[in-house]
């Protein structure tokens, strides 16, 4: 994951933390880059998430 691809994720986590005001995360469930249709976000909070996925876990960073 580069800065560039956590940008979107971050911003998008930060509106909507904003608008409900609740802590919650985002991450990328599908990308226009890799030849998907359109880009796909998910936002909920942190403790929601699969992170049985390999994505969501590199995603979130979860070592941190």
Do not use: H, Y
């Not at 971050?10 to 890799?34: H, K, P, R, Y």
Request: charged share 30%.
């Amino acid at each position: 994951i580069t800065k560039l691809q956590v940008f979107p994720t971050n911003l998008i986590a930060g509106m909507f933390g904003s608008f409900f005001d609740q802590n919650v995360e985002c991450v990328e469930t599908e990308c226009s880059a890799i030849n998907l249709v359109a880009c796909e976000f998910l936002v909920k909070k942190k403790a929601d998430f699969d992170f049985s996925k390999e994505s969501t876990r590199r995603q979130l960073d979860t070592e941190k």
